[in-house]
């Protein structure tokens, strides 16, 4: 079975910088795509920045310039640097995957979501 397992949220000052991890455990064939999203109370999860498996990247325009998404293939392990952090960033991260089990069945995959908090 699949799992993502985020780490490396909490609660940081205005201005502060925190790095998320995702790792990938489990059986399977390889990663395609992985992403970064964040979801606040009574709105929708918005995508904050995704990594292909060339290392191309996209990041939203709110965090462009202070976050940085990077992955290490050889890990199954995907990062979220957060520098420069504002009150607005504080929100539920989740990491997502487009995980192969074979080389012909692909799944996408969610982890459990890891609390950040930047205070004022």
């Known amino acids: 079975q699949v799992q993502l397992v985020e780490s490396g949220g909490g609660l940081v000052q205005t201005g502060g910088s925190l790095r998320l991890s995702c790792a990938a455990s489990?059986?399977?064939?390889?990663?395609?795509?992985m992403g970064w999203y964040r979801q606040t109370s009574g709105k929708q999860r918005e995508l904050v920045a995704s990594?292909?498996?060339?290392?191309?990247?996209r990041y939203s325009d709110s965090v462009k310039g202070r976050f940085t998404i990077s992955r290490d293939n050889a890990k199954n392990t995907l990062y979220l640097q957060m520098n420069s952090l504002k009150p607005e960033d504080t929100a539920v991260y989740y990491c997502?995957?487009?995980?192969?089990?074979?080389?012909?069945?692909?799944?996408?995959?969610w982890g459990q979501g890891t609390q950040v908090t930047v205070s004022s």
């Open positions: 997502n995957a487009d995980i192969y089990g074979s080389r012909w069945n692909r799944n996408n995959y």
């Open positions: 489990g059986n399977f064939f390889s990663i395609n795509a």
């Open positions: 990594i292909d498996n060339g290392g191309r990247t």
